[in-house]
């Protein structure tokens, strides 16, 4: 059974770009959530998509968006990176709510903001 | 703002020890309670999930949870090299319509031989 697949691994881009990461969920789960992880803050969470819908949004600016398709793949856009857009970022699939079982995560996409 | 609070170590036990990792948390809803485990450069891991008040054990892992305190534990039994790592507590929001999980910062444990 294939995991959660996040693309790409690293990047690297410079302020003011915007980066789009994707991330495909174990297959027949149906929610997809989003964090950022740094050293200072932990694992922060950005959002949630259930049936191509956003469920839940955490406390980040407007910059950070996101989608779902129908097939369950889920993608992050961040729009005019900042230095401090500089994380690990984790997409983690759920069944159908992270509340009954927890996630499971995907290896994560480092992003470098220079 | 809900939040979920762990010492963040390092603690250090020897191997064969038992470690005891403690975490609060602040939203009285919360429903579920995990832990993960996660090693240097991984993503996190989930090791153990309790929805009741008392102890689960699953294998040297056991996570003890009282709803009235706020408070959650994982104790490792027969703590090996393998298990160190950074644990992360996590417990789910009460608000939203289905809760994400809203994690602690971690405490990094350490199993010397």
């Known amino acids: 059974k294939a995991g959660v697949t996040q693309t790409p691994r690293y990047l690297i881009k410079t302020r003011g770009q915007q980066v789009t990461l994707s991330c495909s969920p174990i297959?027949?789960?149906?929610?997809v959530s989003w964090y950022q992880q740094t050293p200072g803050q932990g694992l922060q969470f950005l959002f949630e998509y259930f049936s191509e819908t956003q469920r839940n949004k955490g406390n980040f600016p407007g910059r950070f968006s996101g989608r779902q398709f129908s097939n369950s793949r889920s993608e992050m856009n961040v729009s005019t990176l900042e230095l401090g857009d500089s994380a690990l970022y984790l997409c983690?699939?759920?069944?159908?709510?992270?509340?009954?079982?927890?996630?499971?995560f995907g290896s994560g996409t480092r992003l470098t903001v220079v | 703002q809900k939040e979920v609070e762990q010492n963040s170590g390092p603690l250090s036990v020897p191997e064969g020890a038992i470690a005891s990792l403690n975490c609060t948390y602040s939203?009285?809803?919360?429903?579920?309670f995990f832990w993960y485990r996660q090693y240097s450069g991984k993503s996190p891991e989930l090791i153990m999930f309790i929805y009741s008040n008392g102890d689960k054990e699953d294998g040297r892992f056991t996570a003890q949870l009282n709803k009235a305190s706020q408070y959650v534990s994982l104790l490792i039994r027969d703590s090996q090299p393998s298990d160190s790592a950074t644990y992360l507590c996590a417990v789910n929001a009460s608000e939203g319509s289905q809760g994400n999980l809203i994690f602690g910062k971690g405490t990094k444990l350490s199993v010397k031989p």
């Open positions: 983690a699939s759920s069944l159908v709510s992270p509340r009954d079982y927890g996630y499971t």
């Open positions: 939203d009285r809803g919360s429903q579920s």
């Open positions: 297959s027949g789960h149906r929610s």
